[in-house]
């Protein structure tokens, strides 16, 4: 190699080293637990309040983590409740026994005090999304626990949003225009199908070429993501519905992943998995899907399994291994979390191809 490439191999091998350097821009706080040896972190909201569940030692526990603490939620009597979605006026969702049951209600988590939602009338309640004014989504057994229904709950009332025309709805997200997305049996309960519900209609949102979908998380511009089987039937792909179509976000490498939250920026997260076992946490933004151990400072000792939610701050929740248990985290970022290339390092690539007349122009593919 003479000198000319040589020197713009180094050029190049140091500008990108530098960008990717740039790239871990993530603080990991360990949420730790509630004396057992286990959490999960399920939502977070603006002001960067984390809900979810932990083993406290004796049982599992609906958890809010403020200002450095986990605070225990308690339960509706019974030995077990977990949480998942908090709003900005930290109100938490979530499900718990009842007294002296095994039995899980819906519950609404307010100034301290735990609220049963009730059911659509039978047995069985779980509540998993919250708006900023209040409205809960979830589902229910209908009466006779004759079939589950995806409901909307708001101001005391809970409403049965219906089917797709199928059996069975389940309700996962709620925006703060009231629209829902979750996924349903279709007709004779021949598919199942991600939808939006807005308005009282509730939508199909079809598939990404097989006969399954699941919508799991929804922004306030109605930008649904979820996981949908592609047309190898079977092969689970995170997917962003938005205008009316429904994309595919790729992989990390690995066969499958699967999309949970997407936050007002159109940044999605989840997990994916990276080979044939073993699932990472990844962020997609910018048409790009990254692995967020990627973003972590080297030697943070964290590999983070799943990201659960967004906000629209940047930070980020999840459950991930750090020093051999599995612990909730937050990941807050120092810079935006998808950095461009610098325009200097842009300028600087296009001059030392200019000076040595060697520089080949490729298109990064997008996933």
């Known amino acids: 190699m003479n000198r000319s490439k040589l020197a713009l191999v180094t050029a190049v091998v140091f500008l990108i080293a530098a960008a990717h350097a740039g790239a871990a821009s993530y603080t990991v706080v360990d949420l730790g637990t509630l004396g057992g040896t286990s959490s999960n972190g399920y939502g977070v909201n603006d002001a960067g309040q984390v809900v979810g569940y932990s083993n406290t030692g004796a049982a599992v526990h609906a958890f809010l983590y403020s200002e450095g603490t986990m605070i225990d939620l308690g339960t509706l009597g019974g030995t077990t409740s ?105 007709t004779g309960d021949a598919a199942r199908h991600a939808y939006l519900w807005s308005g009282g209609t509730m939508t199909d949102l079809g598939t990404l070429g097989g006969t399954v979908s699941y919508g799991y998380g929804i922004n306030d511009a109605g930008q649904v993501v979820g996981q949908s089987v592609t047309a190898d039937d079977g092969v689970y792909h995170a997917f962003l519905f938005s205008e009316g179509t429904m994309i595919d976000l790729g992989t990390l490498g690995g066969l499958m992943s699967y999309a949970y939250s997407i936050n007002d920026a159109g940044q999605v997260v989840g997990s994916s998995y990276v080979g044939e076992i073993g699932e990472h946490a990844f962020l997609y933004s910018e048409g790009t899907m990254i692995d967020l151990n990627s973003l972590l400072p080297e030697g943070s000792g964290w590999e983070l399994w799943e990201a659960r939610d967004i906000n629209n701050n940047g930070q980020i929740v999840g459950t991930g291994m750090f020093d051999g248990q599995s612990h909730a985290f937050l990941l807050t970022p120092d810079a935006p979390a998808v950095p461009e290339p610098a325009c200097s390092v842009l300028l600087t690539l296009g001059a030392v191809g200019v000076a040595f007349g060697v520089v080949r122009r490729k298109r990064r593919r997008v996933v």
Do not use: C, K, P
């Open 82 to 186: 977990h949480g998942y979605d908090v709003n900005d006026a930290g109100q938490v969702v979530g499900q718990s026994y009842t007294t002296g049951t095994s039995i899980y209600h819906a519950f609404f988590y307010s100034g301290g005090t735990m609220t049963d939602l009730g059911t659509l009338g039978g047995t069985y309640s779980r509540g998993l999304g919250v708006n900023d004014i209040g409205q809960v989504v979830g589902y229910s057994h209908t009466t006779g626990n004759a079939s589950m229904h995806a409901y909307l709950w708001s101001g005391g009332t809970m409403t049965d949003l219906g089917t797709l025309g199928g059996t069975s709805s389940y309700a996962y997200g709620v925006n703060d225009d009231g629209e829902v997305v979750g996924w349903s049996y279709t």
